[in-house]
């Protein structure tokens, strides 16, 4: 597939799969459906002690969607990244139609940190998180929890757990348990 439109995400988005560019193949986008899922319980969240203290202290201007650019480009700037700029194009387009958000860390002025994912009704989809700072994308995680449980949100999907993530609280469930949680939060 070469490119893909707003609606095709968020129609995948809505029956649990989602699109990735694989770089091998000259970023050709692909749809993804693991068989085990990484999810966030939003009354999960762990916070480390060093990470509150950051937090109380305010280290970080944190806000939601004033950069949305410039965090999916922070984003996909690695060595392999699956943020190829067809992704980033269909994105920035979802986020411009109100789907697609973003959380932003900012120090002295400068983006140093942050998130970005897609919403359908009670769930969120989250795509991909950086820092350039220690901690900023756990605190920019921290305030899109909290924004989520302030909304009434049930579902924080990760796609894949990783390490960062299940330090974080973030844990792994089957295939089979994700698409009810799914269904539930998107009726």
Request: proline letters at 3%; charged letters at 25%; a negative charge.
């Amino acid at each position: 597939m070469e490119f893909i439109t707003p609606s095709q995400v968020i129609h995948g988005y809505s029956m649990g799969i989602f699109p990735m560019a694989v770089p091998e193949e000259e970023n050709t986008i692909y749809w993804f459906e693991p068989k085990k899922r990484g999810i966030m319980p939003l009354d999960g969240l762990k916070v480390s002690k060093s990470l509150r203290k950051r937090i109380d202290k305010q280290e970080f201007h944190v806000t939601m969607n004033k950069d949305f650019k410039g965090v999916v480009k922070a984003c996909s700037e690695r060595k392999e990244t699956w943020i190829s700029e067809d992704i980033q194009s269909v994105y920035t387009e979802l986020h411009e139609t109100g789907w697609a958000h973003s959380v932003e860390c900012w120090q002295e002025g400068q983006l140093v940190g942050g998130l970005y994912g897609v919403a359908i009704k009670k769930a969120f989809f989250g795509e991909s998180m950086f820092h350039k700072k220690t901690d900023a994308s756990k605190v920019a995680l921290y305030y899109l929890v909290e924004w989520l449980r302030g909304n009434d949100f049930e579902l924080l999907d990760m796609q894949y757990l990783t390490d960062h993530l299940a330090s974080m609280g973030g844990v792994e469930i089957s295939q089979k348990k994700y698409l009810t949680l799914l269904s539930q939060a998107i009726k």
